[in-house]
Nanobody, 125 residues
Framework: VQLQASGGGLVQAGGSLRLSCAAS????????MGWFRQAPGKEREFVAA????????SYADSVKGRFTIFKDTAKYTVYLQLNSLKPEDTAVYYC???????????????????WGQGTLVTVSS
């Protein structure tokens, strides 16, 4: 199983980025795909998640209304659209895949089976 995250970069506050996570290696129909982030000196935290089947989504309160997670089933790719970026959004963003997650467990890192390598997002003030 491979998860390839991309799309990070340097952006000014208020700007936008779109992160991509390309999945390969198995059938992901029973998986949920999540995005997590780790800021310098902080623990990794949940950002957003989507169920591959059905498209149910979950967001951290800190990103609701600014970030959108969506998927392209044909491309086996999950995206995270980051709008209205703030300096505090600066972090390495990781995508992950978890089998059979339900809404109440989509925020827990230990529930995810596979992880991508991370992509750095830097927001300047």
């Amino acid at each position: 199983v491979q998860l390839q995250a991309s799309g990070g970069g340097l952006v000014q506050a208020g700007g936008s980025l779109r992160l991509s996570c390309a999945a390969s290696g198995r059938y992901f129909g029973s998986y949920s795909m999540g995005w997590f982030r780790q800021a310098p000196g902080k623990e990794r935290e949940f950002v957003a998640a989507i169920r591959w089947s059905g498209g149910t989504t979950s967001y951290a309160d800190s990103v609701k209304g600014r970030f959108t997670i969506f998927k392209d089933t044909a491309k086996y790719t999950v995206y995270l659209q980051l709008n209205s970026l703030k300096p505090e959004d600066t972090a390495v963003y990781y995508c992950a895949a978890g089998l059979g997650l339900i809404m109440s467990t989509m925020t827990f890192q230990y529930k995810y089976n596979y992880w991508g390598q991370g992509t750095l997002v830097t927001v300047s003030s």
